[in-house]
């Protein structure tokens, strides 16, 4: 069998499928089953019209947060703070190891780090001229 590289000049999603599925396979030979579940909180108007939220996976006994967005009008009202305790909450009902997520610097280093987040590590230039952080936090039930 020969083997070739070719790059996809637009990528699809059947595209990524077909990668992710063999890594997928071989992971769970080496770590088991990884049990991803997808987690939503969204954050509504008066209108039913979403205007944030938080956005995450429940993967390998970890919640990742993906997104975290406070509308403007409800910044500094703990509307952040009390999505970050229910993803907490419903992490530990999973029984969750921990959570971990990233952030840049111009967005909210200083909030995760006030809610008991440590820092794993940062990418320097990241947008250039900034940097982009990772946090951790690990449960107690």
């Not at 305790?85 to 971990?100: F, T």
Request: charged content about 25%; aromatic content about 12%.
């Amino acid at each position: 069998m020969t083997l070739r590289i070719e790059r996809s000049q637009n990528p699809t999603d059947e595209e990524r499928e077909a990668i992710l599925t063999p890594l997928r396979a071989y992971n769970e030979a080496q770590a088991g089953p990884s049990n991803a579940q997808l987690l939503a909180l969204l954050i509504r108007d008066d209108n039913g019209e979403i205007l944030g939220g938080l956005y995450g996976r429940f993967f390998y006994q970890w919640l990742f947060i993906e997104l975290l967005s406070v509308p403007e009008q409800a910044r500094g009202q703990g509307m952040g703070s009390k999505l970050m305790q229910m993803a907490e909450d419903l992490a530990r009902e999973k029984e969750c190891v921990g959570i971990w997520l990233d952030t840049f610097e111009f967005q909210a280093p200083e909030f995760y780090k006030r809610l008991g987040y440590s820092e794993l590590g940062q990418i320097a230039d990241y947008p250039p001229g900034h940097k982009r952080y990772f946090f951790q936090k690990h449960l107690t039930n």
